[in-house]
């Protein structure tokens, strides 16, 4: 099954003749291969009580031989049937532990030779640390003791990690339960070599469903009986001992809950029948609830298969859904049942109830509250406080709820109302802390809760932390982050009565650190991390958010980038690349609106064209490009026009500063990026070139929707037809680099996409260069595929823009 390959890329072009090019793999040239190059900082986590934080250690890419792997792709997986875990994970290679109040790291212990270690899971009490290693035949798990920074080895390479996290904490601190593979596990079916008994025959029975495109779906019945072999696993109990015992028999579990109490579990299983045209999890399932032992209490939810669903993006489906078990209990459940048939279509007064459901369930569930919207979510305080919310997409308002959930009658309070796309009114997320049940709550204290927001103002970005008051709804400021220099984030209150508060604080030029804060002793400092910079190189390029406007008055923004000891006296005419992506809003205030920071450090990579501001180029990075549909009119109904105006309001704006040479501007995006730069080269001439990474160009071939757009081909033909780079192949006459993964997982973004569009300019005679990078996913990973990539970029333009 495995393809051997050699460091080949076959490369499709029609630059100087119709052609393809055989290439070994290149590497950009040394200013940008500095940077690409580089060694990644250990990513961090602490305990909830900052006395340990584990630095866990990661190549900077993977390897096209981490690429090159079995794979099975089934009902939306894509899973590594050797191993028996996702062949997308990306692993850690070492761990260390350290005291935070000391500077001093501990490497661990015991680690397996060649570590590939994930699924990392601290003990409830936090004095464990568990994780898997993979091996080069199956999954193992292990544990760290924290006190001792000693790695134990629990389990054989057996563990089944094919739907994720493998494995759950008993509240005990002493067991783990274990997805495991069954021990007289069937082989795998070879569907190429086995013949069919049969067609493949599927039916339609008149009912309406707008599914979106998915990969990666079933496809006959080896697939069928190989998804159901590869997600059948049993339950172990593990001891951290090593000793192992049954818990639960052969099935296709799929989830795995313990109350907060410990006493019960909440298991779902996969059932059948499967689909062809929706992924896993929209299957049936069925969820009960057993005891600690393994005794069944309750049946509390069976799913359907669910292949039919009404039209947009607030459709649900009918029944129990979002079922969890209710934090600050000790053994209830809370789950959310549509009372429009999950018909957004349909009027009614409310959308959704929330119900409540105590263990052992032998009495009715009660329901605590409708919403107006859809449920958006809730977080459990106490036994007469949470927070809820609802939501409405088209409308793209956001509520939050005060609910007593002790009492009915009590008619929850509307505490906030908003656009969700207005961040300038974002009052921030509520503070959680880990309770006696070691799961998150509402932190409540002298009856206040406490918000934590991002802080963007029309004046910059300046973080805040809200007290809110529970008897008056209303917010006292405790602190606002008034850097102008820096970017700070506020993760976590640490001491409410002290002041202490966790804190990342970054700079253009200096690496994002962890700090404590106290707010209530003159913004003491303390550092807990101090990584370094890793691109020297680049610490002084000149970076600034510019703001400017469209010619419709809609306020727009983008991070601007000028080479290091550019003379912006002599102001030298410099090419300008512009790098964006998309969005779509209801209304002008939110779409002029800036998230920006330019003290935000400096971090280049493939996703963005920062590396070439250190080869004399000017870079506008991610400039915004609203697309914006207001009352009854959608976004789309007049994308080409907002996406050129866009693009114009940048070259504009950057030229009005005197830095650029306007012939000399170059487009480039990535997937939703790549649609948005195909246009702007057919529909324009305000570019020299572009690059499309991952695009769809036909969106006749998502006919069901795409992006944030709900209404299908048949409604608005024309706005697909309209939108369609592939459409409009014949217009397009401007140098255009297509690159792709050879194996696209989004859905959508089909590599058929580009290759299909690369072909149609081929025919017409556009200028076109097609690049497939072997064996990559939507997004790229392989470190030789994404040094080539940036070789080919920096050729395509050094040819068609520089010079």
């Known amino acids: 099954m495995k393809l051997k390959i050699g460091f080949l890329l076959f490369l499709c072009i029609s630059l100087n003749a119709f052609a393809q090019e055989n290439l070994t793999y290149q590497k950009p040239s040394k200013s940008i291969l500095d940077l690409a190059d580089y060694e990644r900082a250990p990513s961090v986590s602490m305990d909830t009580k900052k006395e340990y934080m584990l630095l866990s250690y990661r190549n900077t890419y993977k390897t096209l031989d ?5 794979e099975l792709r089934l009902g939306g997986l894509r899973i590594n049937p050797i191993t028996n875990i996702s062949s997308t ?4 290679n070492n761990i260390k532990l350290r005291k935070i109040k000391d500077q001093n790291e501990v490497q661990v212990s015991g680690l397996p030779t060649n570590p590939r270690l994930t699924n990392i899971s601290w003990s409830p009490n936090e004095k464990k640390i568990a994780f898997s290693h993979t091996t080069s035949t199956g999954v193992e798990l292990w544990f760290v003791d924290v006190a001792t920074a000693k790695a134990t080895k629990l389990t054989e390479a057996n563990v089944n990690a094919n739907l994720g996290n493998p494995f759950s904490w008993f509240n005990d601190n002493e067991n783990i339960l274990v997805k495991m593979l069954p021990k007289n596990r069937a082989a795998l079916l070879d569907a190429k070599k086995d013949l069919p008994l049969g067609p ?45 015992t049954l818990f639960k028999n052969a099935d296709m579990y799929a989830g795995e809950e313990f109350s907060p109490d410990g006493n019960y579990i909440m298991i779902s299983t996969i059932q059948k029948p499967f689909s062809y045209i929706v992924p896993l999890s929209r299957f049936p399932s069925k969820t009960i609830v057993y005891d600690r032992a393994g005794k069944t209490v309750k049946t509390v939810n069976e799913v359907p298969l669910f292949e039919i669903m009404p039209k947009g993006f607030m459709a649900v489906r009918t029944g129990k859904r979002s079922m969890n078990w209710r934090n600050d209990k000790p053994a209830t459940l809370s789950f959310v049942e549509a009372l429009d048939e999950g ?18 369930f032998d009495v009715a569930p009660s329901i605590v509250m409708k919403t107006k919207q859809r449920f958006g979510g809730v977080i459990w305080g106490n036994e007469t406080t949470a927070v809820v919310f609802d939501q409405w997409y088209d409308t793209r308002n956001t509520k939050t709820y005060l609910l007593n959930p002790s009492d009915v009658n009590q008619v929850p309070k509307v505490i906030s109302d908003r656009n969700s796309q207005d961040i300038y009114s974002d009052p921030g997320n509520f503070e959680t802390i880990k309770n006696q049940y070691g799961k998150r709550v509402l932190a409540i204290e002298n009856n206040k809760l406490f918000l934590m927001g991002d802080g963007f103002t029309k004046q910059g970005q300046f973080p805040f932390i809200d007290e809110f008051s529970l008897n008056t709804l209303k917010t006292n400021r405790l602190y606002t982050s008034t850097y102008t220099d820096k970017k700070e984030n506020l993760l976590s209150i640490e001491d409410f009565k002290k002041g202490e508060v966790l804190v ?10 962890y700090y404590f804060r106290n707010i209530k002793q003159k913004n003491k400092l303390t550092p807990i991390t101090s990584f370094e910079n890793p691109f020297e190189s680049i610490k002084n390029v000149s970076k600034e958010v510019i703001k400017y406007k469209r010619k419709d008055g809609v306020e727009l923004s983008g991070t601007f980038y000028l080479p290091a000891g550019y003379d912006k006296v002599k102001k030298e005419k410099l090419p300008l690349l512009i790098w964006a992506y998309p969005a779509e809003y209801k209304d002008k205030n939110s779409a002029g609106q800036s998230s920006q920071n330019s003290n935000e450090f400096t971090f280049p990579n493939y996703g963005s064209f920062i590396y070439w501001v250190t080869k004399g180029y000017a870079v506008l990075d991610d400039a915004a490009f609203p697309i914006i549909g207001e009352g009854t009119t959608e976004p789309n109904d007049n994308f080409i026009t907002q996406l050129v105006d866009n693009a114009e309001a940048a070259i504009n704006a950057v030229d009005a500063l005197g830095y650029i040479n306007r012939k000399k501007v170059a487009i480039g995006g990535h997937s939703y990026g790549a649609f948005m730069t195909a246009n702007l080269l057919t529909h324009s001439n305000l570019f020299a070139c572009g690059i499309a990474r991952s695009g769809a160009y036909n969106r006749t071939l998502t006919p069901f929707g795409f992006q944030s757009e709900q209404r299908n081909y048949w409604e608005v033909p024309e706005v697909y037809n309209t939108m369609s780079p592939f459409m409009n192949a014949n217009k397009m006459k401007t140098p255009l680099l297509l690159v792709h993964g050879e194996a696209d997982n989004n859905p959508g973004t089909f590599t058929l996409q580009t290759e299909r569009y690369f072909q149609a300019l081929k025919g017409l005679g556009a200028p076109a260069r097609m690049v497939i990078l072997p064996k990559e996913s939507h997004g790229y990973a392989a470190k030789e595929n994404i040094l080539h990539l940036l070789w080919e970029q920096d050729q395509f333009l050094e040819k068609y823009l520089k010079n």
């Open 66 to 70: 981490d690429l090159n792997q079995d």
């Open 89 to 92: 994970v990306t692993y850690i």
């Open 200 to 244: 493949i025959v599927s039916n339609a029975d008149g009912s309406k469903s707008q599914n979106r495109t998915y990969q990666d779906l079933l496809k006959n019945k080896a697939d069928e009986t190989n998804f159901e072999n590869i997600i059948t696993s049993e339950l172990h109990k593990v001891n951290l001992n090593g000793t192992a």
């Open 343 to 360: 018909n957004p279509e349909n009027k009614v007064d409310y959308r959704d109830a929330v119900s409540l459901w105590n263990a052992p």
């Open 504 to 513: 990342l604080i970054q700079s253009k030029s200096e690496y994002p650190n």
